[in-house]
């Protein structure tokens, strides 16, 4: 009750700063909804962002097995929504032919953190497993802008044959959508394995919290039996069902928040970001971090056929930097571009977080990306500190 009365209180601040002060408008900042949205889309953002930062338990689920106890836990910097330094673990197995398989296809290569007391159904990353990495958390400003994204604009950057010759064979990540049952293109995750954001939160909340719903209502954890999950966690699966008060899910409320969460604006402007966004072009750069993408037809007016300046083609690309592990319609070394809209306020970058700064990410870049890095490698000193301006001006 406490804790729910402070978060009551925290939220009620937070909107006051966000309205309007003096009949102007004030500018959006990162954790801002979109504006122009009612005041029932304002409510539903609300009850997302509470649900966001409440801290789940045992009692109501958590677990057995679970990475973070909140999705704040993974999205809180530098607003609600944003990254942090949690990282996740996955594993697979690379046999003597080359040929990479998750260890357990329920878990999907995820191997959890933490569990419940008293952690008998911990799992753990058996010996037999050769490829190891981690993967940090995506920001999900804007991610509303991204999902209405029609199918068939991101299927037309696709050239997965390379026909153009230009080194770069971007294909979209299939998947079928489990809210809806319908083959769509994947967008979100970093091997695009969720087209829509009501599957990408049931899902996480599933994997990373151990909370289960109608879409997701089987726990996982490796090496674990269904009969053990459910011993070391005795409440009734799906254990995310609607309230009776609203009739709405946890899973709706994270939908809504990811849909309304405004994107982050632009830095300062000036002419040496203008050189440098040139310079971002020449070099090919933009060939997968596409500037600009477009919404399509839609009844909402915060999301009719709006320019959505995230910086990707929301493609699966081999760059070097994958983590050798398949997932969804991900083969193993691919990795969805990431956007790049917000990057002043991501660090460390790449999947795993192995790249402490935007040119040692930069210098990371391999395979189809190897032209843009050699570009990149050979700039003159100005034309470095142009385009390095006008990253961090994103």
């Known amino acids: 009750m406490i804790q729910r009365l402070f978060l009551g209180i925290l939220i009620a601040v937070w909107v006051l700063v966000a309205t309007e002060i003096s009949g102007q408008q004030r500018a959006t900042e990162p954790g801002d909804p979109i504006p122009g949205i009612t005041a029932q889309e304002f409510e539903e953002f609300r009850l997302g962002l509470e649900d966001f930062l409440e801290v789940e338990e045992a009692a109501e689920g958590l677990g057995p097995a679970y990475n973070a106890t909140s999705c704040a836990v993974c999205h809180s910097v530098p607003a609600i929504g944003g990254i942090s330094p949690v990282s996740t673990m996955r594993a697979a197995f690379k046999d003597e032919d080359g040929k990479t398989r998750n260890l357990a296809p329920a878990t999907d290569s995820l191997f959890h953190l933490f569990s419940i007391p008293n952690h008998s159904c911990q799992p753990t990353i058996p010996p037999e497993a050769n490829i190891?990495?981690?993967?940090?958390?995506?920001?999900?400003?804007?991610?509303g802008l991204v999902e209405m994204i029609p199918?068939?604009?991101?299927?037309?950057?696709?050239?997965?044959f390379d026909s153009n010759g230009d080194g770069i064979?971007?294909?979209?990540?299939?998947?079928?959508?489990?809210?809806?049952?319908?083959r769509r293109v994947g967008r979100f995750g970093w091997k695009s394995q969720q087209a829509t954001l009501l599957s990408f939160g049931a899902e996480a909340y599933r994997n990373e919290m151990g909370i289960t719903s109608d879409l997701f209502p089987t726990e996982v954890g490796f090496g674990l039996s269904a009969e053990q999950l459910r011993l070391c966690d005795p409440i009734p699966d799906p254990e995310d069902i609607p309230e009776a008060s609203t009739g709405r899910r946890g899973i709706d409320n994270f939908e809504s928040f990811m849909q309304l969460l405004a994107p982050v604006e632009r830095g300062p402007i000036n002419e040496q970001v203008r050189v440098g966004e040139r310079v971002f072009s020449t070099i090919g750069c933009a060939q997968c971090h596409v500037p600009t993408l477009s919404t399509g037809a839609h009844s909402n007016p915060v999301f009719h056929r709006r320019s959505v300046p995230l910086f990707s083609d929301l493609l699966l690309h081999d760059v070097g930097t994958g983590d050798g592990i398949p997932q969804a319609g991900a083969r193993p070394w691919e990795i969805r571009t990431p956007a790049l809209w917000g990057l002043r306020f991501r660090r460390p970058l790449l999947h795993n977080g192995n790249a402490a700064t935007i040119e040692r990410a930069i210098l990371r870049h391999q395979k189809e990306a190897h032209l843009a890095r050699e570009g990149f490698e050979a700039l003159g000193l100005a034309d470095r500190a142009a385009l390095l301006a006008f990253l961090n001006s994103l």
């Open 151 to 160: 199918d068939v604009t991101i299927l037309s950057l696709e050239d997965p």
């Open 132 to 143: 190891i990495d981690r993967r940090i958390p995506i920001p999900v400003f804007g991610a």
């Open 169 to 182: 064979s971007g294909r979209a990540g299939m998947v079928v959508d489990v809210a809806s049952g319908e």
